[in-house]
Nanobody
Framework: QVQLVESGGGLVQPGGSLRLSCVASGVIFSVYSMGWYRQAPGKQRELVAVMLSGGRSNYADSVKGRFTISRDNAKNTVYLQMNSLKPEDTAVYYC?????????????WGQGTQVTVSS
């Protein structure tokens, strides 16, 4: 059974930092592309960052230079380091793992973790 479990969300002031973690089980983690999406109230879910199985990473323009995705295959974990957080980063953040990242219906999702950026 495949499970993705996110953690690390919370309330942070503008300009602050958070690190999200997503631990995967039931998969051969190293061959999966792993990414982070977010969904704000009333908005569509959007891709924040992805790290492909080969190591290449891509970011949404809105987070470039502030967020960093990384992975530790030995720990079956993908991270999202978020710096210089802004109120518009407030959303539920979801982890996704997929063997076919270009196929939207493929892969597995975590349950989400809330990130709130507010003073």
């Amino acid at each position: 059974q495949v499970q993705l479990v996110e953690s690390g969300g919370g309330l942070v002031q503008p300009g602050g930092s958070l690190r999200l973690s997503c631990v995967a089980s039931g998969v051969i983690f190293s061959v999966y592309s792993m990414g982070w999406y977010r969904q704000a109230p009333g908005k569509q879910r959007e891709l924040v960052a992805v790290m492909l199985s080969g190591g290449r990473s891509n970011y949404a323009d809105s987070v470039k230079g502030r967020f960093t995705i990384s992975r530790d295959n030995a720990k079956n974990t993908v991270y999202l380091q978020m710096n210089s957080l802004k109120p518009e980063d407030t959303a539920v953040y979801y982890c996704k793992g997929s063997l076919a990242w270009g196929v939207p219906t493929s892969g597995y999702w975590g349950q989400g973790t809330q990130v709130t950026v507010s003073s």
